[in-house]
């Protein structure tokens, strides 16, 4: 009975400590800048913010802040995975346009939904 109640208490703990369920889709939408996207709706293009920089969503991209692709029903799912290394590379051609990602999409501990994406092409505006 005791290694019956060990194994049970292992599998929850294991259970509890992986990562929340992902299955692949296709995410379509327009890639935007996270934060400021979550500051304001507004923010979904390059000048949205009030500063002498007129690439406002590109140039946080360039130093590895998070992109999201915000879909037609208003869901936002923050870009992780492949995509993203090297402070976003392989994104920044896309950023403020239409595409469509394909990857694990799942939520982080707070809810958040995620696209661990591997697959970006761009779409008709």
Same mark, same amino acid.
């Given at each position: 009975m005791r290694g019956m109640t060990a194994a049970l208490i292992a599998a !929850? #703990? #294991?259970a509890w400590t992986m990562p929340l369920a992902a299955k692949v889709e296709t995410i379509k939408g327009r890639l935007v800048d996270k934060a400021c996207y979550e500051r304001s709706p507004q923010n979904t293009g390059e000048k949205h913010l009030h500063r002498p920089i007129d690439e406002c969503a590109s140039t946080c991209a360039k130093v590895g802040l998070p992109l999201a692709v915000l879909t037609a029903d *208003?869901? %936002?799912y923050q870009v =992780? !995975? &492949?995509l993203t290394k090297n402070k976003n590379e392989k994104l920044l051609a896309y950023? +403020?346009?239409m595409v469509e990602l394909? *990857? &694990?999409v799942g939520a982080d501990e707070e *809810? !958040? %939904?995620l696209v =661990?994406? +591997?697959e970006v092409k761009p779409l008709k505006e």
């Open positions: !929850g #703990l #294991l *208003g869901k %936002l =992780t !995975g &492949e950023v +403020t346009h394909r *990857g &694990e *809810g !958040g %939904l =661990t994406a +591997t």
